[in-house]
């Protein structure tokens, strides 16, 4: 089978960590061979660099510096990991990618959407998702699922900060609609996936049988 990376997207406390393990048990009990990452991560250096984006002491990165670091993180998984799992026709499940610096930093905090295109593209050396699920997830409700205990960097910013993050992804969904698909992540888990799993088994019916 020819490679396929399919990527999830959606602000924080929208459930795609739980999507991505339900993907995973569907391709092994229909014997597809996959690989699933974590941005940022996925590699030792990509792991390194998520400690200082997600410890709250480094409060003060500079948006500009923290749309780096992301970039960073995800040229060394791309080259590393991702590229090559391609090459090999695996199924590759990304959990966040480039969407996430343009809903993030650019719709988040502000900085230039062209400029982070160009960053993401150099990341990537031009890869693209064949397919973007987007969860979709009122700000106020995702809120309630993330750790208030202990939030990292990312989740203390705050309620206002993920309305415009959601925004962001709306206009990224307008923008790509050939690769990106909304999923009404307010529906419980077991619909949200049943949505997924259709979506995937025709998009990628011919790939998925030859496997
Ligand atoms: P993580 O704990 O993995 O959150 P989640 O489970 O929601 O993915 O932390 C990753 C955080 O980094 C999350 O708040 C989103 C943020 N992020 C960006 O701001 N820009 C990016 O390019 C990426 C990949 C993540």
């Known amino acids: ?6 990527t999830f997207e959606g602000i924080d406390g929208s459930g795609k960590s739980t999507q991505v393990q339900l993907l995973e048990q569907e391709l092994k009990r229909i014997r597809v061979q996959f690989i699933t990452f974590r941005e940022p991560g996925g590699t030792k250096l990509s792991e390194k ?58 719709y988040g905090r502000g900085l230039d959407i062209n400029d982070l295109e160009i960053i993401n593209n150099i990341a990537t050396d031009g890869l693209t998702p064949d397919l973007t699920f987007i969860l979709d997830i009122n700000p106020s ?57 259709q979506i995937i088994l025709k998009r990628f019916a011919k790939e998925l049988t030859c496997s």
């Open 49 to 106: 660099i998520r400690e200082i984006l997600l410890d709250k002491k480094n409060i003060e990165l500079s948006s500009t510096a923290e749309s780096l670091l992301f970039a960073a993180a995800r040229a060394q998984l791309t080259t590393e990991k991702i590229k090559p799992a391609l090459g090999e026709g695996k199924f590759v499940i990304c959990d966040r990618f480039i969407d996430s610096t343009i809903a993030y930093q650019g």
């Open 1 to 6: 089978m020819a490679g396929r990376l399919v």
């Open 141 to 197: 409700k995702a809120v309630e699922r993330m750790d208030t205990v202990a939030p990292d960097r990312m989740e203390a910013t705050g309620v206002d900060f993920f309305r415009k993050v959601r925004e962001g992804y709306h206009q990224i969904l307008e923008q790509n609609p050939d690769r990106c698909i909304a999923i009404n992540a307010e529906q419980a888990q077991k619909n949200v996936f049943n949505e997924i799993n």
